[in-house]
């Protein structure tokens, strides 16, 4: 764990109804999007569904709501929601007997990334403040993707076209960059660009001392411990990625 610098970055954690820092009912449905949530995607290891938490009675939702809460609180996520179900597909036209021929899915606890949505939103709110992510990032960016990003290219070809100017570009690709992130470097850019502390830690916890089981024949394997990596279907997987190529 990194040192966090700081004292007068603490937040005074209230357990008190009227707390902005915590959730009533009301804020977390709407923060989490419970009521909007998809059905039909698979659950992971949990075997927790959608369905299930979208038909939740108002006590347990009620109880999620505290649990959440107490994440916050705390800034720790549990380690029962940071335990990830691989399933391998076989790529087209790929020979099975070789471990690369093979595209996992990683399957997470859907209240982990029900807990996730109410994170982002925090980190968004700060993250807006400092005009991140920068203008020029469209992907894992909200309302934006990267056909946004290829109208803008297409927009300065033909306004360098009609000015008789060259137009050149240069494409790089990244392999395996989920597999690749530096996680202490992701806390310490995080402390640079002054987030609150309580969001730092909540990611540190959020990244490390994940684990991950690989799923094949209907049977889960022994849980494993993932020593550099991130999970690319994580909600906040996108901040890790967004900040490697941020100086720091």
């Known amino acids: 764990m990194l040192p966090l610098p700081g004292k007068n970055q603490e937040w005074s954690m209230t357990s008190e109804p009227n707390d902005p820092f915590l959730f009533t009912l009301a804020r977390m449905e709407k923060s989490s999007g419970i009521s909007h949530i998809k059905i039909n995607k698979a659950p992971g290891i949990d075997s927790i569904t959608n369905k299930m938490l979208k038909n939740l009675p108002l006590q347990i939702i009620l109880k999620l709501t505290e649990i959440f809460n107490h994440t916050l609180k705390f800034r720790h996520i549990p380690n029962c929601w940071k335990t990830a179900r691989v399933l391998p597909v076989l790529k087209p036209g790929k020979d099975p007997t070789h471990p690369v021929s093979y ?3 990683s399957l997470l ?9 109410l994170i982002l939103n925090r980190y968004l709110t700060h993250a807006r403040k400092f005009r991140l992510p920068m203008p020029q990032q469209f992907g894992f960016t909200p309302k934006l993707s990267t056909n946004n990003q290829l109208f803008r290219v297409v927009e300065h070809i033909n306004e360098w076209e009609n000015s008789n100017l060259a137009t050149g570009a240069i494409s790089l690709d990244i392999a395996k960059a989920f597999d690749k992130v530096w996680i202490e470097d992701l806390i310490h850019k995080l402390i640079v660009y002054k987030f609150p502390r309580y969001i730092i830690e909540i990611m540190q916890s959020y990244l490390t001392n994940r684990h991950f089981t690989v799923f094949v024949k209907n049977s889960d394997s022994t849980p494993r411990k993932l020593q550099a990596h991130v ?7 996108p901040i890790s990625e967004i900040f490697g190529g941020y100086p720091g």
């Open 103 to 105: 595209r996992s899915i």
């Open 109 to 117: 606890p859907t209240l982990s990334k029900l807990g996730e949505k």
């Open 231 to 237: 999970h690319q279907v994580g909600i906040l997987t």
